[in-house]
């Protein structure tokens, strides 16, 4: 494969390579607008034969390279996109060899994050097998002398039907790839009731080898003549060293050197924070030394970052009236006319990744070249930031993407993958920085903390005629621009310009916050806050009219119907899905409810004194979950989640097993969010360090059985990896507040105790 | 001193307080065994210090002289470990970063408690920390390899 030449055609979505005796197939995943600003394709062709960079190549010997473009950090992304095409193509899993695509542009979009790698694959996939199926198919009818409408593919070989005789893919392969590549609307797809693998999905490609200690994570990364690093960070965001003991740190046994890496330039994006980093021949060493840097920092600005002050700011505002976001009809007529009202806050801290991997990656710099291995969620901004650090050309970054071991979104922003760069080209061997957990949990890139109002009107049934919220957070777009206060339609499109009531009157704002730390992507994003204060709002109205939850919610989303969100809400982004292919189908919404109660046994079952079972429902990354959570609380307050149930419908899953296991691991994750996340600061430093002060969920806190419920469907494949979180957190406290009649308006649990 | 890591013995002549966790990846080059926290609160470093779960991150090099040490590389002489078997059978990894921890873990877990009951596993496994939530597969997982149903 390594002398090939990649022949990229402007205008034609495949393209076909001849190499000799393999055919290879590409497909670009750049959507059309973007390839004009490709000036380097010519480039980067030349530069791709020496690395992997291809969706599929069928050796003469029949082995399948198919190249996953995205990320592995758990959500089986590497394993079901390239799946599809095994799928389309007919070959034998058995057969197929994955090889992990390094940053490369003409895979277009690389980014593993927002639940889209199978939604932006799966048409893609289907095109590269179906392409390669009939270069096969037609490659055999010409050896056979026979029309190719009589040949067709079974399983890695192609028969002719009349005569029964066979031949492998192997065996045509060199034939194949003679011949022209076809046009698309040449393609004939198999029709879904043909699928071998969509739908039934597979395991994990790396599942025997992360079993058996082989996967290659990016700790795991080794070169030789490495040496290792570690970074001591500003501890207050934008910090400055003003002096360090350089000489100290060399008396810990192993330790090379110090190495001053420079404050980033605001915005800080994804750029290093800056700091000290001790260079050593082990990782321990390196920690070790670290302790003797003794820095004296200058905190700047953000040193005024106090948590509790900030909470009450948020609160605040979040009373005031905002930035209108959408509006329907006119809430403040309601209010004017008097008559029953609620209203409600809400308060979510901060959050952070801790991924079981730190952030740590390996860099190898000769030449005015980098070559990087790092476990990301994005290896092409892995390019853009370490070309942008050592001011060299994107294309002189190799990013080799590792298994990730975790990611939530923390691996999406690569300023460690940049430490390692600049780091390797001052020392002059590979180095490999290593991120201890304090590391990872004081200098994160945030969930954003949050504050909610909601005030809502209701009739004499308990129904809202009028419905106010406001939601009030600093807002991701701060990482990238400077003074960016409020949320743009992406933070906002994410469970609270889309609220999929039947209410005549709804008005949603977003108010200004600063940021003091960075903030980032977390698993699910703004859902978490938006769906916590709409399900649990949701929630008190149905108590407050003695309403039962799930009949009160249904009630609320109304009838069936397709929500045009945009003409209300102009900045909706519907996840980059369009609405003819992606609508906010309430009829979908009803259905998961309707589930997900039915299978918890919602209203049927007699729970004991202490127990209680709430719902919370919620469309996100265009995918439909209800969840029914049942939780048992001691007289000491402790909560146990003894059973979830959770109804999905993410249109057609490619991997139902895997799809399961998300949403198991989204109820963990939310049983976190609901126990004991919380990240805060004092004098712009982070408070906690580790899994002492930031406990994430164990075993024994765990939801004991949860049991994921999968629509059928034959919608367009949605998200997965992220839709599960949003729900679980308010379904766990409207089912506290059945238990108890206690209802939380705060989390984590752990700083707002059930005892108080 | 001397060191002995899946059945081989090799002198050891760095600082003495280097935890066995990065003796065996960064010395030895036995990456099985993942860093997670290095306080011993998440599991992830579990190896074996004869026959028992032990957290590597917090035991020095010189408190395993004299001692067998096992990693997750040669829990097994022959194929797949029983556990390993089943870790596999019930697909419980999802990234399986920590899942050479929880795994070690588990066959110390059955080891002293061949039958073990929910709260046995709860007691077993509570100081392994799995972030992407796979607690429940891993319980299924361990169950069966006891002979029970899950």
């Known amino acids: ?756 | 001193m001397q060191i002995k890591v899946n059945g081989v013995e090799r002198s050891y002549d760095g600082d003495p307080n280097l935890p066995l966790l990065w003796y065996v990846r960064d010395v030895l080059g036995l990456t099985g065994t993942k860093f997670g926290c290095g306080m011993a609160l998440c599991g992830a470093c579990t190896v074996h210090q004869d026959g028992k779960a032990i957290r590597s991150c917090v035991t020095s090099v010189s408190a395993a002289v004299g001692k067998e040490i096992t990693t997750i590389e040669a829990v097994s002489k022959n194929g797949l470990h029983p556990v390993q078997e089943k870790w596999i059978e019930f697909n419980v990894p999802q990234c399986g970063y920590c899942q050479t921890g929880q795994i070690m873990q588990a066959i110390s877990l059955l080891k002293d408690k061949p039958k073990p009951s929910d709260e046995d596993i709860d007691a077993g496994m509570a100081g392994n920390i799995c972030r992407c939530g796979t607690y429940q597969r891993i319980r299924a997982a361990i169950k069966a390899a006891a002979g029970e149903n899950a």
């Not at chain 1, 801290?349 to 990301?376: N, Q, S, Y």
């Not at chain 1, 959770?646 to 994750?669: H, K, L, M, S, Y």
Request: with cysteine; net charge neutral.
């Open chain 1, 1 to 756: 494969m390594s002398d090939s030449i990649l022949n990229v055609s402007r205008r034609g979505f495949l393209q076909g390579i001849v190499s000799t005796g393999a055919l290879i197939l590409s497909v670009r995943m750049v959507p059309e607008f973007l390839w004009a600003a490709e000036t380097s394709v010519g480039t980067h062709a030349d530069r791709a034969a020496l690395h992997p960079s291809l969706f599929v190549g069928i050796d003469t010997d029949g082995t399948v390279y198919l190249v996953a473009a995205r990320s592995e950090m758990g959500t089986t992304s590497r394993t079901s996109v390239p799946l599809i095409l095994a799928d389309e193509l007919d070959a034998d899993w058995k057969r197929v060899k994955l090889e992990q695509a390094i940053g490369d542009k003409r895979y277009g979009d690389q980014d593993t994050d927002g639940s889209h790698s199978v939604r932006d694959g799966f048409a893609i996939m289907r095109e590269a097998g179906a392409t390669a199926r009939l270069m096969l198919t037609q490659a055999a009818a010409q050896k056979w002398g026979v029309p190719v409408s009589e040949c067709e593919s079974d399983l890695h070989v192609i028969v002719h039907r009349r005569t029964k005789r066979k031949a492998g893919y192997g065996e045509l392969a060199a034939a194949a790839a003679k011949l022209p590549v076809p046009k698309k609307e040449d393609l004939q797809f198999k029709p879904s009731s043909a699928w071998r693998y969509i739908g039934k999905g597979a395991t994990s490609y790396d599942l025997a080898d992360i079993c058996t200690g082989k996967a290659g994570f990016g700790m795991d990364a080794h070169l030789e003549g490495m040496v290792f690093a570690s970074v001591e960070h500003p501890p207050v965001l934008g910090g400055k060293v003003k002096s360090y003991d350089e000489k100290a740190p060399l008396q810990v046994k192993g330790v090379k050197q110090t190495i001053p890496i420079k404050p980033f330039t605001p915005p800080h994006h994804f750029q290093p924070l800056g700091g000290v980093a001790v260079i050593a021949d082990n990782t321990w060493a390196a920690f070790q030394g670290r302790k003797k840097l003794n820095v004296s920092w200058d905190n700047g600005a953000n040193a005024s970052y106090n948590s509790d002050e900030y909470k009450k700011e948020l609160q605040e505002t979040a009373r005031k009236p905002g930035k209108v976001a959408r509006n329907i009809g006119d809430v403040d007529a309601v209010f004017a006319k008097g008559g029953k009202t609620m209203e409600a806050e809400y308060y979510l801290p901060h959050l952070a990744h801790a991924t079981m991997e730190p952030p740590v990656a390996m860099a190898d710099f000769r030449d005015g070249k980098v070559t990087i291995w790092a476990p990301t969620q994005s290896p092409q901004a892995v390019q853009e930031t370490v070309a942008q650090e050592l001011g060299i050309p994107p294309e002189n970054v190799v990013c080799h993407v590792s298994l990730l071991g975790g990611g939530f979104g923390r691996k999406s922003k690569p300023d460690y993958a940049a430490e390692a760069a600049i780091l390797s080209k001052a020392v002059g061997k590979p180095v490999k920085v290593v991120w201890s957990r304090e590391d990872d949990i004081k200098f994160g890139y945030y969930h954003a903390v949050s504050a909610m109002y909601m005030k809502a009107a209701l009739d004499e049934k308990g129904m809202p005629t009028a419905w106010l919220q406001r939601s009030v957070f600093p807002p991701i777009g701060s990482t990238f621009a400077l003074n960016t206060t409020y949320g743009d339609g992406g933070d906002l499109g994410q469970g609270w310009i889309d609220l999929p009531f039947d209410i005549p009157n709804h008005r949603a704002e977003n108010g200004p916050a600063e940021n003091h730390v960075r903030i980032g992507w977390l698993r699910s994003v703004a859902n978490i806050y938006h769906c916590f204060a709409a399900q649990s709002f949701a929630n008190e109205l149905a108590h407050a009219s003695g309403r039962d939850s799930v009949e009160y919610l249904l009630e609320l989303i109304g009838p069936a119907r397709i929500i045009d969100v945009k003409a209300t809400a102009p900045d909706y982004d519907n996840y980059d899905g369009s609405p003819a292919e992606f609508p906010l189908d309430t009829a979908r919404m009803r259905r998961v409810v309707q589930l997900a109660a039915e299978k918890a046994g919602w209203g049927k079952r007699n729970l004991g004194k202490g127990s209680g079972m709430g719902i919370a429902v919620h469309r996100s990354f265009l995918t439909y979950v209800a969840t029914v959570v049942e939780v048992e609380v001691d007289d000491k307050g402790e909560v146990k989640i003894p059973s979830v149930h959770t109804a999905v419908d993410a249109g057609i899953v490619v991997n139902p097993e895997a799809t399961r296991a998300q949403f198991e691991g989204a109820a963990v994750f939310g049983t976190s969010i609901v126990r004991s996340g919380a990240i805060t600061a004092k004098n712009g430093v982070i408070e906690q360090s580790n899994f002492n002060d930031y406990p994430v969920a164990r075993m024994n806190e765990a939801p004991y059985k949860t049991t994921v419920h999968i629509v059928d469907s034959d919608a367009p494949p949605a998200g997965v990896g992220e839709p599960g979180v949003p729900p679980f957190a308010p379904a766990v406290c409207n089912a506290i507040f059945a238990a108890t009649g206690k209802r939380i308006r705060e989390l984590p649990l752990s700083r707002n105790p059930l005892t108080a």
